[in-house]
C-alpha cells in the first residue's frame, strides 16, 4: 500500500460522564473503502465529526497526506477535500435540487450551468437525478442521491458516508454500491460507516472496529466472517433470539379500509389500509422512513382516531377510541422517538412510568396518583429489562439510547397487552440490547398476544416476523409469510409493486 | 476560556440555590445602581428589605405586605398552572377586574340586606366573572386555534374600558355627589372581605393559602396535574399518554381566570373598597413575574409573592424617605427577575474553566 491519505493518531474525546473516544489511531488508504464499525455509541459519529471539522478532539492529531490537518470548521474540511453525507440530510423540502446544492456552495454557478454540471456528475455516477424536482416529492434515496452529488461537485479526496444504506430499498442499496465502487477505482477514498456486517463485507477493502470509543481491531472484511465481527464490536458471543414454534390464535385486531388524511403537507397519509393480526403473531411492516410509518403507529395507539370499524379489536369496532380506552383494551404501543412521545425527558423513571402505566397497572385511584406504585412498577421494569440506571428517580433523558428504549419497551410488555404495536424498536439500540428486546417481543407473542413490529431494519422483520408487509406512500402491501419471500421480493414490495395482485382500491 | 457543559439531569441543589443567588446579585447591583444615583447604597437596600419588616413602623408595613401579598400570589398561582402546561393567559388584569366588577355588582344588587349569604355569593359572582373573561381565549382557542396571547391581552384593554363605564354608569354610588366609583364596599357589613383590617387579614389572605395547597395537590398527588406538567416538558408524550389538549386549555385558562377574579372581588371587597375607574393597579401583570419568580412552583410562588410585596412597600419607603426615582425602584425589581432567569442557567449547565485551546 502506498503512503495513506489520512493518518489518525490517538485521537481523544471526553464529554461529560462519556468518554467518545479514547486514543483512537488508524490510517486510511488512498481509493480504498475503509468501514468504521461499531455498535451505536461507539463513538463513530464522534470520531468522524473530528475529521470532517465539526468537533474539535481533546488531544491527538491528524495527517492528511503527511501534512498535519486540524480543520477548525466544516468549511475547511471541505476546502482540503473531505465531504461528508450524514445520515440526516439537510435540504429544504420546498426547493428544486439544483437550489438545494447551490445553497451549500462557496460560489455557486449560474443555475443553468450548475444544472447541467449536476446532470454530468449524476450520468457519470449512475444516479440518475433531474436538477429540476422539488426536493419534496423526492424519495429518501433520490435526497441521499442529492446531498452525495452535492459532495462529489467538490471532487474531494475522501468521502465519508454516515449510515447511507439505512434509508434505502435493497435495489436502492446496489446502485448506491454500484457509484461508490466507481469512486474507488477513480481514487477517492470513503469512510464508510455502518454497523451492518454483510454490507461492508460487500463492499469495503477494510475494516475498523470501534467499541466503547477504542479501536479494538481492523480486519479484512472480505476474509472475516460476519459473526467474527459481530463479537468484535459487542465484545462477547452474541445471542440470536430463539424462536419457539407458537400456534397462531384468532384474529386478535382486524384493520380494514382504514384511511387517515396526511398531517401536513410533507406528511404522508394511509390509504386504504388492510391488515389481521392473529394472537401469537408477529407482523413486521417493513418501508423506507417517511411512508407512513409514525402515522399508523398513531393510529394505532389512538393519537389519531378513524373510523369506529376501520379498527377491530377481537371484532369490535375501537378506531374512534382515544389512548387511555385502548390501553384499557389492552392495545399497547411504543413509538419510535423515545424522548420527547415514548417518553418525557425531563421526568424521572418514575413519572414516565405512570406515563403510560396508568390505567393498567392501578396507578390511580379517583384521579390520585398511587406514586409509590409507579415507583415499583418503574423499578419492575428496570430489573427485569435490565435498564441500567442508578435508579427510578433519574431523568428519562439521562439514560443511554439503548437504555431508555428497553425501558420504553419492558414498560409496554409488562403491562401485558394483548396487542402490541411499537415502531423501530431497536432504533439506535446496540446489539445485545437489541437482541434483548427482540427476544422480549417473541416471548410475548410465545405467550399469545398480537404483536406489529414496524422497522426499517430488513434483517431484524426477517428475523422475528412470522409476516411481512411493506408501507409504500402510505399504502400496505398484502402481507405475505416471511418464510416464502426473497430479497428482491421485499425489495419490490417497499418500491411500491404490490405483489402480483393488483393494489386494492 | 468559559466553557457550558449540559448536565446529564438538572440539579436539584440550584434549583433551590439560584433564587437566592438572585436576591443577592440584585442587591449588589441595585446597590450599585443606587449609588450611581448618588444615594448610599446599603441604606437603600436596607430601607427596602429591611425597614418594612423589622424596621420602626413595621407595625404599619407588616399588614401591607399581606395585603400586596395575597392579590399576587393568588393570580400567579392560577397562571402558573398554564404555565406549566404553555397555555399562556397573560390576560389576569382584565380577568381581576372583571371578577371585581361581577362580584361587587352581586353585593351592591343585595344593598343594603344583612345577611351572610351576600359575601358567599359575591365569591362566586368574582369567580364567575373572572372565569368567564377567560373562557373568551379559551373558546377562541380551542375552536377556532388563536392565540391565547394576544386575546387574553387584548381583554385587558376591553376590561379596563368596561370598568371605566361601570365607574361611571352602572355601579355609580346613587349617594356619592356625582363622583365616579361605587358605594364603599367596606363600609356595607355584610360585603366585606376584611376579616381583621389591623393586622391585615382579609379572605383573599386565607384564599391564596388555600389555593397555594391546592396547587400543591394538584400538581403533585393528581392525573390533572401530572398531565398538566407532561403537556408542558412534552406535548407530543402528553397526547400518547392520552391527555386531550382542548380539555386542559379550557381548564387552565378557566382556573387562573377563577382566580384572578377572586383576587379582584377581594381586592374591591376590602383593600379597595370601591370599583372605581382606576381600580387596577397590575397585580395581573406582576403575577407574572411572581410566577416565574415562584419557579411555577406552589411554594415559590408563596415566597415569590412575598418578596415581591416587600420590594413593592420597600421600595415605596425608599422613594419618600431617600427620594429614590420610582424608575430606579422599577428597574431594580426587573433586575430580579433577569437575574433569576439568567441564573436558571446553573441548573441545567455546569460552568467550567478551560485553558483556551492551542489553534
Same mark, same amino acid.
Given at each position: ?89 439537510? #435540504? ?27 446532470? &454530468?456528475? /449524476? ?39 454516515? *449510515? ?15 457509484? #461508490? ?29 470501534? %467499541? ?15 459473526? &467474527? ?8 458471543? #452474541? ?5 419457539? =414454534?407458537? $400456534? ?26 388492510? #391488515?389481521? !393480526? %392473529? ?28 373510523? /369506529? ?17 385502548? %390501553? ?64 427510578? =428517580? ?23 397487552? *394483548? ?9 439506535? !439500540? &446496540? ?8 427476544? $422480549? ?65 | ?21 438572585? @436576591? ?124 391565547? +396571547? ?7 384593554? @376591553? ?53 397555594? +395547597? ?62 372605581? +375607574? ?82
Amino acid at each position: 500500500m502506498t503512503a495513506p491519505l489520512l493518518c489518525l493518531q490517538g485521537l481523544t474525546k471526553a464529554y461529560p460522564g462519556v468518554i467518545a473516544n479514547n486514543n483512537v489511531s488508524f490510517d486510511i488508504g488512498k481509493g480504498q473503502v475503509h468501514a468504521l464499525l461499531g455498535e451505536n455509541g461507539a463513538g463513530k459519529s464522534t470520531l468522524v465529526k473530528m475529521i470532517y471539522g465539526l468537533v474539535k478532539p481533546d488531544s491527538g492529531s491528524m495527517l492528511l497526506n503527511g501534512v498535519p490537518y486540524a480543520p477548525s470548521e466544516p468549511r475547511a474540511a471541505r476546502a482540503d477535500g473531505i465531504a461528508m453525507v450524514f445520515q440526516h440530510f439537510s #435540504l429544504f423540502d420546498a426547493l428544486n435540487v439544483a437550489e438545494n446544492i447551490a445553497l451549500g456552495m462557496e460560489n455557486p454557478p449560474k443555475m443553468g450551468d450548475l444544472a447541467k454540471r449536476i446532470r &454530468d456528475v /449524476s450520468e457519470t455516477y449512475g444516479l440518475p437525478l433531474d436538477p429540476y424536482r422539488r426536493v419534496g416529492d423526492l424519495s429518501a434515496g433520490e435526497r441521499q442521491r442529492v446531498e452525495i452529488i452535492r459532495c462529489l461537485l467538490q471532487d474531494p479526496r475522501l468521502l465519508i458516508m454516515d *449510515e447511507p444504506t439505512s434509508v434505502l430499498t435493497p435495489q436502492e442499496v446496489n446502485i448506491l454500491f454500484e457509484t #461508490l465502487r466507481k469512486l474507488r477505482s477513480e481514487g477517492t477514498a470513503i469512510l464508510y460507516i455502518s454497523h451492518k456486517l454483510e454490507e461492508i463485507r460487500a463492499l469495503c477493502d477494510h475494516a475498523t472496529v470501534l %467499541r466503547l470509543g477504542e479501536n479494538v481491531g481492523e480486519c479484512i472484511p472480505a476474509e472475516t466472517s460476519a459473526r &467474527d465481527m459481530a463479537e468484535l464490536m459487542v465484545g462477547t458471543g #452474541l445471542k440470536t433470539p430463539e424462536r419457539s =414454534g407458537r $400456534a397462531l390464535g384468532d384474529v386478535a385486531l382486524d384493520i380494514s379500509g382504514l384511511s387517515v388524511p396526511a398531517p401536513s403537507e410533507f406528511g404522508t397519509g394511509l390509504k386504504n389500509l388492510h #391488515l389481521t !393480526v %392473529r394472537k401469537g403473531e408477529v407482523l413486521g411492516v417493513g418501508g423506507v422512513a417517511g411512508n407512513g410509518q409514525d402515522e399508523l403507529l398513531a393510529v394505532l395507539s389512538g393519537e389519531v382516531r378513524s373510523a /369506529s370499524d376501520a379498527v377491530k379489536l377481537h371484532g369490535k369496532p375501537i378506531g374512534n377510541l382515544g389512548p387511555t380506552d385502548r %390501553r384499557r383494551l389492552g392495545v399497547l404501543s411504543a413509538p419510535e422517538e423515545r424522548l420527547g412521545h415514548a417518553a418525557a425527558p425531563d421526568m424521572s423513571l418514575t413519572e414516565n412510568a405512570m406515563l403510560t402505566g396508568s390505567v393498567r397497572e392501578n396507578l390511580v385511584r379517583r384521579g390520585f396518583l398511587k406514586w409509590r406504585q409507579a415507583q415499583a412498577f418503574a423499578e419492575r421494569i428496570i430489573e427485569d429489562f435490565d435498564v441500567r440506571t442508578p435508579g427510578p =428517580g433519574n431523568a428519562a433523558r439521562s439514560l443511554s439510547g439503548g437504555n431508555l428504549q428497553k425501558f420504553v419497551i419492558g414498560r409496554e410488555i409488562l403491562q401485558r397487552p *394483548e396487542v402490541l404495536v411499537v415502531n423501530q424498536p431497536t432504533w439506535g !439500540v &446496540d446489539a445485545s440490547a437489541a437482541a434483548a428486546i427482540r427476544q $422480549a417481543m417473541l416471548d410475548l407473542a410465545a405467550d399469545g398476544a398480537a404483536v406489529i413490529c414496524i422497522s426499517q431494519d430488513l434483517d431484524e422483520l426477517m428475523e422475528i416476523s412470522d409476516r411481512f408487509a411493506a408501507l409504500n406512500e402510505g399504502r400496505l402491501s398484502t402481507p405475505q409469510d416471511t418464510a416464502e419471500l426473497t430479497i428482491e421480493e421485499i425489495g419490490l414490495m417497499m418500491g411500491g409493486a404490490h405483489g402480483m395482485e393488483v393494489a386494492h382500491v | 476560556m468559559i466553557v457550558l457543559e449540559k448536565r446529564p439531569q438538572p440539579s436539584r441543589m440550584w434549583t433551590l440555590l439560584t433564587p437566592v443567588l438572585a @436576591v443577592l446579585s440584585t442587591m449588589v447591583f441595585g446597590g450599585l445602581l443606587f449609588a450611581l444615583l448618588g444615594k448610599n447604597p446599603v441604606e437603600a437596600i436596607r430601607t427596602i428589605f429591611y425597614e418594612p419588616l423589622f424596621g420602626e413602623f413595621a407595625f404599619y408595613y407588616r399588614p401591607q405586605l399581606l395585603v400586596k401579598g395575597a392579590p399576587l400570589v393568588l393570580i400567579a398561582i392560577g397562571l402558573s398552572l398554564g404555565f406549566k402546561a404553555g397555555i399562556w393567559n397573560i390576560g389576569a388584569e382584565g380577568q381581576y377586574i372583571m371578577g371585581a366588577i361581577v362580584g361587587a355588582g352581586v353585593g351592591l344588587a343585595f344593598y343594603p340586606l344583612d345577611s351572610i349569604i351576600v359575601f358567599p355569593l359575591m365569591v362566586i359572582g368574582g369567580a364567575f366573572g373572572g372565569w368567564a373573561w377567560a373562557m373568551v381565549p379559551a373558546l377562541l382557542k380551542v375552536r377556532f386555534g388563536t392565540n391565547e +396571547i394576544l386575546v387574553s391581552l387584548m381583554l385587558v384593554y @376591553v376590561a379596563e374600558q368596561l370598568l371605566a363605564s361601570m365607574s361611571l354608569g352602572l355601579l355609580k354610588n346613587p349617594e356619592g355627589f356625582g363622583f365616579p366609583g361605587s358605594r364603599n364596599l367596606t363600609e356595607y357589613a355584610s360585603a366585606t372581605s376584611w376579616i381583621n383590617q389591623d393586622v391585615g387579614m382579609h379572605w383573599g389572605v386565607v384564599f391564596a393559602f388555600i389555593a397555594v +395547597i391546592f396547587a400543591y395537590v394538584l400538581l403533585n398527588r393528581h392525573m390533572l396535574g401530572f398531565h398538566i406538567r407532561l403537556t408542558g416538558e412534552a406535548p407530543r408524550a402528553a397526547r400518547f399518554a392520552g391527555v386531550r389538549p382542548t380539555r386542559l386549555i379550557l381548564f387552565c385558562l378557566g382556573t387562573s381566570g377563577a382566580l384572578a377574579g377572586l383576587a379582584g372581588l377581594f381586592e374591591v371587597s376590602g383593600p379597595g373598597g370601591q370599583i372605581t +375607574i382606576d381600580f387596577n393597579i397590575g397585580y395581573g401583570f406582576t403575577a407574572i413575574i411572581v410566577a416565574f419568580l415562584g419557579r411555577l412552583h406552589p411554594l415559590g410562588i408563596l415566597l415569590a409573592g412575598g418578596l415581591m410585596a416587600l420590594t413593592y412597600i420597600g421600595g415605596e419607603i425608599a422613594q419618600s424617605q431617600l427620594g429614590l426615582p420610582a424608575a430606579a425602584i422599577q428597574v431594580f425589581q426587573g433586575m430580579l427577575l433577569f437575574f433569576l432567569l439568567a441564573l436558571d442557567l446553573l441548573t441545567n449547565y455546569r460552568v467550567r474553566l478551560r485553558a483556551r485551546e492551542v489553534a
